[in-house]
């Protein structure tokens, strides 16, 4: 399978514990976004990298989340000392940059915040 | 900002009848619109996309068109099939060079019935 990847599919935690996702994108393309997803409501965009460069950041990612790409590769997001309200769906897409860019999904990865 | 509005499901409908669902947006700009669907249990996938005022995205019988005057991109088929349940989610993307988020609508459950 060549399409975007992501580990784990569920993840459940206590508040307060630290959770980390992991997104690995084609391989050809140089653009990473990560998005958030809570039920009944579509993505809402988090950060952006361009390359290993992390271009732009939503204001909805607050000072304990954290994303990183290094080489350019795979990605990471982790949120720290989670809240219940974290609870959502955690989306990776991808594109190989460009004008008129088309993103492409990962299945997403499920948190639950106990 | 940007803002996308689509209508709210869930949209129920008998196999073999015609189906629209409105988009419509605000952007700055010239953004490009896609129509995303997301199956039940599966991520999300493009159906659909236009690039430019008056372009029309059609992929697997769906059809829209990109309207800038009522700054619109309602989807429509014109015989819908069971296997076409799905959630579907309008977006766009402002920035000229596709680098940023996207922003998507709250999304439109569709149930077809045999």
């Known amino acids: 399978d060549t399409g975007v990847s992501q580990n784990p599919r569920h993840k459940i935690t206590k508040r307060g514990q630290n959770v980390t996702f992991r997104c690995d994108p084609i391989s050809e393309h140089n653009r990473l976004y990560w998005y958030r997803q809570t039920l009944g409501q579509g993505p809402e965009f988090l950060t952006y990298?361009?390359?290993?460069?992390?271009?732009?950041k939503s204001r909805l990612l607050s000072d304990r989340f954290s994303a990183e790409r290094p080489k350019g590769s795979f990605s990471t997001l982790e949120i720290q000392r989670t809240e219940q309200g974290d609870s959502a769906m955690y989306l990776c897409a991808t594109g190989p940059g460009g004008l008129q860019e088309t993103q492409y999904f990962g299945p997403g990865t499920r948190l639950l915040v106990l | 900002g940007n803002s996308v509005t689509q209508m709210e499901g869930p949209v129920t409908l008998s196999e073999e009848a015609f189906l629209t669902i409105n988009c419509t947006y605000t952007?700055?700009?010239?953004?490009?619109l896609f129509w995303y669907v997301q199956y039940p249990g599966e991520g999300l996938q493009l159906l659909l996309k236009a690039t430019k005022a008056d372009d029309k995205g059609s992929n697997k019988g769906f059809e829209a068109t990109y309207r800038k005057e009522t700054t619109s991109f309602h989807l429509e088929k014109g015989s819908v099939q069971v296997s076409d349940s799905a959630v579907y989610f309008c977006a766009l993307s402002s920035s000229g060079g596709g680098a940023d988020g996207l922003t998507f609508g709250k999304g439109t459950h569709l149930i077809i019935q045999p």
């Open positions: 990298f361009q390359n290993e460069a992390q271009l732009e």
């Open positions: 952007a700055t700009g010239y953004p490009s």
